[in-house]
């Protein structure tokens, strides 16, 4: 779809959610998580989150916030890094 973003991780933020999974109890909930930032991330990522600096945002999701950035021209978001919300 025309709307659509391409989204992709950083290596750091995948060590980031990696490091999550592993001391998860529910490690079925933070794949849930990804899924589900990837996939509200991929349309309108810039009516999502809030503007926490210039060309960065951050997106609560249930426990967890993605930080991520948006290349408009290319289509592309990329997650910076993830954080448990506090």
């Known amino acids: 779809m025309s709307?659509?973003?391409?989204?992709?991780?950083?290596?750091?933020?995948?060590?980031?959610?990696?490091?999550?999974?592993?001391?998860?109890?529910?490690?079925?909930?933070?794949?849930?998580w990804a899924t589900g930032v990837e996939e509200a991330l991929a349309r309108e990522p810039e009516k999502k989150g809030i503007e926490i600096a210039e060309g960065l945002r951050c997106l609560t999701f249930g426990a967890h916030r993605a930080y991520y950035r948006i290349?408009?021209?290319?289509?592309?978001?990329?997650?910076?890094a993830v954080r448990r919300a506090r």
């Open 71 to 80: 290349s408009p021209t290319k289509r592309l978001v990329e997650i910076v």
């Open 3 to 32: 709307g659509d973003y391409r989204v992709e991780w950083w290596d750091d933020a995948l060590d980031d959610l990696a490091r999550e999974w592993v001391e998860s109890d529910d490690r079925a909930r933070i794949t849930l």
